[in-house]
């Protein structure tokens, strides 16, 4: 089974511009979350996706937005982008079935702003 | 608000049992979660506990709950220098956020 992949897995942006990150999950599972992690703040959770509909939110700014497509693959988009922004962004696909959890990260697209 | 401490550093000599302890404070929680986190290996779910549980085991892995205390830990039995990691705490809350907290920096000691 292919693991969770993000893309990309590096990015450069500038401050003020938007940036969309890619996340395909484990074929089967139509749980796709998104965290961020920085030194500073270190892991967050951004929000969960299930079958195209957002089943919950982290506390982040309107700026963080995400959707989900029919084939579960998810996407975030940040606009304005901030210094702050700056930080590894992992995606989960997740699945659960009779009471059994499972969950796997991808590698993470790492973010710098500028 | 919605917080989970731990504490951040945890050193133990190779082949004792490690245990971290983690406290949470939102007494609805229902999910409890541990994540290992090893440098280039990205992030593991390692074991999770239904907050209606009180331990659950899984091979060298021991989840304790007080509930009453909000307390949470793991138990790594027969610690190995591959388990050197970051372990997170993480607390699924009644809004279905899920809270993580600081790390706590495992050293196994050879």
């Known amino acids: 089974k292919a693991g969770v992949t993000q893309t990309p897995r590096y990015l450069i942006k500038t401050r003020g511009q938007q940036v969309t990150l890619s996340c395909s999950p484990i074929?089967?599972?139509?749980?796709v979350s998104w965290y961020q992690q920085t030194p500073g703040q270190g892991l967050q959770f951004l929000f969960e996706?299930?079958?195209?509909?957002?089943?919950n939110k982290g506390n982040f700014p309107g700026r963080f937005s995400g959707r989900q497509f029919s084939n579960s693959r998810s996407e975030m988009n940040v606009s304005t982008l901030e210094l702050g922004d700056s930080a590894l962004y992992l995606c989960?696909?997740?699945?659960?079935?009779?009471?059994?959890?499972?969950?796997?990260f991808g590698p993470g697209t790492r973010l710098t702003v500028t | 608000g919605e917080d989970v401490e731990q504490s951040l550093f945890l050193s133990v000599r190779e082949g004792d049992s490690s245990v971290i302890n983690c406290t949470y404070t939102?007494?609805?929680?229902?999910?409890l979660y541990w994540y290992k986190q090893e440098p280039g290996a990205g992030l593991q779910l390692l074991t999770y506990?239904?907050?209606?549980?009180d331990m659950k085991q899984d091979q060298r892995l021991t989840v304790l709950l007080n509930k009453k205390d909000k307390h949470l830990s793991l138990r790594i039995a027969d610690t190995q220098t591959g388990d050197s990691a970051i372990y997170f705490c993480?607390?699924?809350?009644?809004?279905?956020?899920?809270?993580f907290g600081p790390g706590t920096s495992l050293s196994v000691i050879p």
């Open positions: 074929s089967g599972h139509r749980s």
């Open positions: 506990i239904f907050s209606n549980m």
């Open positions: 989960a696909s997740s699945a659960s079935s009779g009471g059994t959890i499972e969950q796997y």
């Open positions: 939102d007494s609805s929680s229902t999910y």
């Open positions: 996706y299930f079958s195209e509909t957002q089943r």
């Open positions: 993480a607390a699924k809350t009644s809004y279905d956020k899920v809270i």
